[in-house]
């Protein structure tokens, strides 16, 4: 059987320890505002690939043995087609390279973050295999000291642990691109990729991307994954799981980060929506004045949008809610 769960149970790797137990939702009636009367939403997520026609340019890196990648059906989440990564026993790094980033991304508007559907069919029997994401660039043209052309920048601080994973599929699985490592040109620690990349005549030690990879870091294996719905997407308001909508989920992403002690600046999909590098009660009062909020492009993803019905539920039990919420 194929199973699906919510992307913030794959947020493991880091000593989570609460300070308290955190309150149920609370403020739905300054949703209820929200829902009906915010501004035109701006676009948060975008199809980035859907492996339809075939492996949208996908090939395995290295070539040459140890990692196969073809088009498939297992896992497809969006259409027909999906696409499939097959590791052999013995690698230790393997990645799954598209020659280009479609769609053209530079600032603005920028990259926060992938979204992709993972289908695992077997048990990973190795040690560990970790998600991550690698962009390839070259550096402005007329940067001083003349271009400088294949560099790399690595998002593997918050990789997802795929051989973990029980056999199924999981939606919406999130690889954060606002936490990388080194720029390779300043040395600046740590970058996102907005700090790192930009488009002709940005910064001067901005990268132009020039393609990226998936990759897999693992001990033992074999492993295959598919993958299918590859989505890109910008921060929108207070969505910490990236799913375009402001709702209870973003609640619990924020809940299970909340007051964590941790030797580096919260992520914003970890909760820190104002930005200052902790999880405390502002960054649930920033989502709670958010709350219902949703982004434009969410119906291509297949995200489903509360209905009238729903909402009117929501603020049942919210009002229901509302004194409890004192006490958090
Ligand atoms: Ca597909
Ligand atoms: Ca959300
Ligand atoms: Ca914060």
């Not at 996908?58 to 259409?79: L, R």
């Not at 693992?218 to 921060?235: C, M």
């Not at 375009?244 to 999909?269: C, K, M, N, Q």
Request: glycine share 14%.
């Amino acid at each position: 059987m194929m199973n699906d769960f919510a992307t913030s149970s794959l947020s493991w790797g880091r000593r989570i320890t609460p300070s308290f137990a955190a309150a149920p939702l609370a403020a739905l009636a300054v949703a209820v505002g929200a829902m009906g009367f915010f501004s035109p939403p701006a676009l948060a997520l975008e199809l980035a690939y859907s492996f339809e026609a075939g492996t949208d340019g996908f090939g395995p890196n290295p070539t040459g043995g140890g990692i196969a990648v073809s088009q498939d059906t297992i896992g497809a989440t969006e259409g027909a087609g999906s696409l499939k990564v097959a590791i052999d026993d013995g690698q230790t790094f393997v990645g799954a390279l598209a020659s280009e980033l479609a769609p053209s991304v530079g600032d603005p508007p920028g990259l926060d973050y992938f979204l992709v559907d993972i289908t695992i069919t077997e048990a990973f029997t190795g040690t560990f295999a970790d998600l991550g994401v690698a962009f390839f660039g070259d550096s402005q043209p007329d940067r001083p000291g003349g271009q400088v052309a294949g560099q790399q920048v690595q998002f593997i601080r918050d990789q997802v642990p795929i051989g973990a994973l029980e056999p199924g599929t999981h939606r919406n699985v999130l690889l954060d691109l606002t936490r990388g490592n080194f720029h390779p040109l300043t040395f600046q620690f740590p970058v996102s990729f907005n700090d790192a990349f930009g488009t002709l005549g940005s910064g001067v030690d901005d990268l132009i991307p020039t393609g990226f990879q998936f990759y897999v870091n693992l001990s033992g294996g074999p492993i295959t994954v598919y993958f299918d719905n590859v989505r890109t997407g910008q921060i929108f308001e207070a969505d910490y799981n990236g799913d375009g909508v402001v709702d209870a989920a973003d609640y619990t992403v924020w809940r299970d980060h909340v007051d964590l002690e941790i030797d580096e600046p919260a992520s914003f999909f970890e909760g820190d929506g104002n930005g200052d590098g902790v999880v405390d009660n502002a960054d649930y009062d920033y989502w709670a004045d958010r709350y219902g909020l949703t982004s434009v492009g969410v119906d291509q993803s297949g995200i489903v949008v509360p209905e009238p019905t729903a909402i009117c539920l929501l603020v049942t039990s919210g009002f229901g809610l509302l004194a409890a919420s004192r006490y958090r």
